[in-house]
């Protein structure tokens, strides 16, 4: 299994930056025009692998051949490299930079902060889940400051300023992917000990919501002004409504009932996304348009990272056991839901900031 934790580090490594270089490629190669409906088709080429991935991973495993899933993606990498190498145009920053160095220090905090949320899956304490959640925010505040005094940032230089849209850009990308992460996490159990459900299906009910996510992208992405202040105001709020709506069904009611919700949780954040890049990308200032673009996908699996490990205190802290339905599963299926509204009303209020800031920006404009 150590070998395993290995290699998947070095896959996420990989994933990352190809994740961060897409949103570079965004803006550098479409106009900006269509930044929001390319944003858009990139949340379908999620949608498409978390519906296949399962899948084509379940028939290896039916066989008996788990090794061959991690040769067959290898294969897949290498062919996409191939590809990108000969397809894709460079991208001029608009900036130079002397040397290419690492930002050793920054990047070992980051470490620190994804090992501090890491450890909440595996210890049973919340006081000491707490303090895992604890030193990955404490590690994460620390990297910002001294990202801010770098030469070569790894993040905007205003990234999480309550006074830029840029920054107030990223804290609604934070709080949003928060918002959405229990899902993956916690729902799929829930689904099998409470309702029956046998692994494929509850993956496969879940990923409901990537497909809602998809098709909301899809359908509002084209949307010009003033909708995409509107839809990051009601993603949100939709978000909240069907957590709660998501706290109150799963211990009893019918997965008939329940699926639409989950669903719903995805069409909430899927109507304003690529509002939300689009926002982080444009806004950007000068000299920081790359690094900015590159940023949303950082702090996307950031938002990820924190909302499972605060989805695991509160799990605990219900006292759940994935051994057999017991009552502390039955609260666990409606605290841990329940628990991520509040950051759906964070996301709500920071979204009124950001069109606050873009309305001032217009007036100021004209």
């Not at 099998?192 to 809602?212: K, N």
């Amino acid at each position: 299994m150590g070998w395993v934790i290995v290699g998947r580090f070095i896959q996420g490594f990989g994933g990352g930056l190809v994740v961060a270089v897409a949103y570079v490629l965004v803006r550098g190669t479409f106009p900006e025009s269509a930044w929001s409906r390319t944003i858009a088709l990139m949340s379908a080429s999620w949608t498409v692998s978390v519906l296949i991935g399962p899948l084509v991973g379940g028939l290896f495993a039916h066989f008996g051949n788990w090794r061959s899933a991690f040769v067959a993606t290898a294969a897949i990498a290498v062919a996409i490299a191939i590809g990108a190498s000969s397809i894709l145009p460079p991208v001029t920053t608009g900036r130079r930079t002397s040397s290419l160095s690492v930002p050793a220090g920054r990047v070992a905090l980051i470490c620190l902060a994804i090992a501090g949320t890491s450890s909440t899956s595996v210890l049973a304490s919340p006081l000491f889940k707490l303090g895992g959640i604890a030193v990955a925010v404490i590690s994460l505040a620390t990297m910002l400051r001294l990202d801010r005094q770098a030469p070569n940032p790894l993040l905007p230089s205003d990234a999480f300023s309550s006074r830029t849209q840029t920054g107030v850009g990223l804290w609604l990308a934070l709080w949003l992917c928060i918002t959405f992460s229990p899902l993956q996490i916690y729902v799929p159990l829930f689904l099998q000990q409470l309702h029956g459900f046998d692994p494929l299906s509850a993956g496969f009910a879940v990923a409901s919501a990537s497909l809602a996510w998809t098709a909301a992208s899809l359908a509002t992405a084209g949307l010009s002004e003033p909708w995409p202040d509107r839809l990051m105001l009601s993603g949100p709020a939709t978000m909240g409504l069907s957590l709660t709506a998501i706290a109150l069904l799963t211990p009893h009611s019918t997965t008939l009932v329940l699926v639409p919700f989950i669903a719903l949780l995805g069409a909430g954040i899927g109507q304003c996304w690529p509002f939300v890049a689009h926002r982080i990308m444009d806004s950007a200032k000068e000299g920081n348009e790359t690094v900015a673009a590159s940023s949303v996908a950082t702090v996307q699996q950031m938002g990820f990272a924190l909302g499972a490990a605060i989805a695991g205190l509160i799990a605990t802290a219900s006292g759940l056991s994935v051994a057999i339905p017991t009552d502390g599963m039955i609260r666990a299926a409606s605290w841990v839901p329940a628990g991520f509204v509040v950051s759906a009303m964070l996301a709500f209020l920071t979204g009124l900031r950001l069109h606050h800031l873009r309305k001032q920006a217009c007036n100021c404009s004209d």
